[in-house]
């Protein structure tokens, strides 16, 4: 079993619409999660990261955390073309070294159409 | 600026060569890490190391190795052992601690062998 799962995708969206992206992890003892957006070619860039039950909003991104159901959305809303990009979820590993390394999912591949 | 320096871009390795990628980060960061990445798929761990002097490996150490001589310094060497070493390398640094606070990337260097 993956230790961070997302859907690849492609996940077709229109402009202006909200894009939903999702991420399910296995280690319960997770305590940090990020979401990187990587450009076709390009490094990943940090866009978001949540520690607590909830919501956490910046601009038109919100990350969304629900660690009962191990679960962690990010949403985009008023998508735009240049949103275009994989999506990369990333989770704190604290196995027995409890280095708090992360654990990244294979991403979601975000396509917005004009 | 900050940031953190891989080079070079664009590597070339003849069969049976050894080569190193460099990474080099003025953030201060403690934890240095080693991502590879190859087409439609995640980032897997080669190595990382927390402390000068010392470093694991990760998920696909096999013919790499490393050295962390300096605290802003993390060199990867890809060996003759590596039997398919083309892909994407990529570099990161974080600060390591109870709560990580996600990773810097370098812009990554394209290894290909010919």
């Known amino acids: 079993q993956k230790e961070v799962e997302q859907n690849s995708g492609p996940l077709s969206v229109p402009e202006g619409a909200i894009a939903s992206l999702n991420c399910t992890y296995s280690d319960r003892g997770s305590q940090s999660f990020f979401w990187y957006r990587q450009y076709s070619g390009k490094s990943p860039e940090l866009i978001m990261f949540i520690y607590s039950n909830g919501d956490k909003e910046d601009g038109r991104f919100t990350a969304q955390l629900n660690k009962a159901s191990q679960y962690v959305s990010l949403l985009i809303r008023d998508s735009q073309p240049s949103d275009s990009a994989t999506y990369l979820c990333a989770v704190t590993s604290h196995g027995s070294s409890n280095t708090g390394k992360l654990i990244f999912g294979q991403g979601t591949t975000l396509q917005v159409k004009p | 600026d900050g940031g953190i320096t891989q080079s070079p871009k664009y590597l070339f390795r003849k069969e049976g060569q050894n080569v190193t990628l460099s990474c080099e980060q003025n953030?201060?960061?403690?934890?240095m890490y080693w991502y590879r990445q190859d087409p439609g798929q995640g980032l897997r761990l080669i190595y990382y190391s927390q402390i000068v002097n010392d470093f694991q490996k990760g998920d696909i150490a096999e013919g790499y190795s490393v050295s962390r001589e300096k605290k802003e310094s993390f060199p990867l060497t890809v060996t003759s052992a590596q039997k398919n070493p083309t892909a994407f390398y990529l570099c990161a640094s974080s600060f390591s601690g109870v709560e990580p606070y996600g990773y810097t990337f370098g812009s990554g260097t394209r290894l290909t062998v010919v």
């Open positions: 953030l201060n960061h403690d934890a």
